[in-house]
C-alpha cells in the first residue's frame, strides 16, 4: 500500500491531531481520516457480513469506551449540525408514525402552522405528531404542552370533560 511520503497521506494531506488518528501521528505513516473513511466504506461494501460481525464484537468486548465516543461525537459533532437534526426528525416522524416530510408540511400548512388544540403558533418550537395509541393512526399537530397534556390523561375524553367540569366549577368570572 501507498502510504506516502512521512507525516503526509497518499493524497497530500498533512497529518494534524484533527485529520488523523493519534496512532498514525505516533507511528508516522498511515492515512487521514478522509481517506480512511472511503478505505474503510470500500471494505464494508464488500464484506457485509463480516462488517456487522466485527462492529457487533467490537460493541460487545469494549461499550463503555464505544458509548463515550459516540456521546462524543452526538454532542459535540451533530448536535450542531441543523441539516442532521432535521433529516433526524424527519427520520423520527417516518419511522414511528409513518410520515412522510411531505405529509408532515401539508397537515402543518392545513393547521396554519397552529396547534390543533389551543391554537398557539408553532413558531420556532417543532410540533408533536398526535396519534391513537390503540389504533396508531395520526391525528393532528400539537405543540408541546398539549400534547403531554393528553398523555397526563391518558387519552381519555371523560378525564378531560372531568376536568373541564372541575375548572368551570371553580371558575372565577
Not at 503526509?8 to 492515512?31: A, M
Not at 454532542?75 to 442532521?84: C, T
Not at 387519552?155 to 376536568?163: F, R, T
Request: with cysteine.
Amino acid at each position: 500500500m501507498n502510504w506516502g511520503v512521512k507525516g503526509f497521506c497518499k493524497c497530500g494531506t498533512q497529518f494534524t491531531e484533527d485529520n488523523c488518528p493519534i496512532s498514525v501521528l505516533k507511528k508516522g505513516r498511515g492515512l487521514c481520516r478522509k481517506c480512511n473513511s472511503s478505505r474503510m466504506a470500500e471494505w464494508t461494501k464488500k464484506n457485509p457480513d463480516k462488517s456487522k460481525t466485527y462492529k457487533h464484537n467490537r460493541r460487545k468486548e469494549r461499550p463503555e469506551e464505544i458509548r463515550e465516543y459516540d456521546k462524543k461525537y452526538y454532542y459535540n459533532v451533530l448536535k450542531s449540525d441543523s441539516g442532521f437534526i432535521l433529516k433526524r426528525k424527519e427520520y423520527h416522524r417516518k419511522t414511528k408514525y409513518g410520515m412522510v416530510n411531505d405529509t408532515f408540511e401539508s397537515l402543518l400548512k392545513s393547521q396554519d402552522n397552529r396547534c390543533a388544540i389551543c391554537h398557539k403558533e408553532f413558531g420556532d418550537e417543532t410540533p408533536c405528531v398526535d396519534h391513537c395509541h390503540a389504533t396508531n393512526k395520526n391525528r393532528g399537530l400539537l405543540c408541546g404542552s398539549c400534547n403531554k397534556g393528553l398523555g397526563h390523561f391518558f387519552e381519555s375524553s371523560e378525564a378531560l370533560i372531568s376536568a373541564v367540569n372541575y375548572l368551570k366549577k371553580y371558575e372565577t368570572n
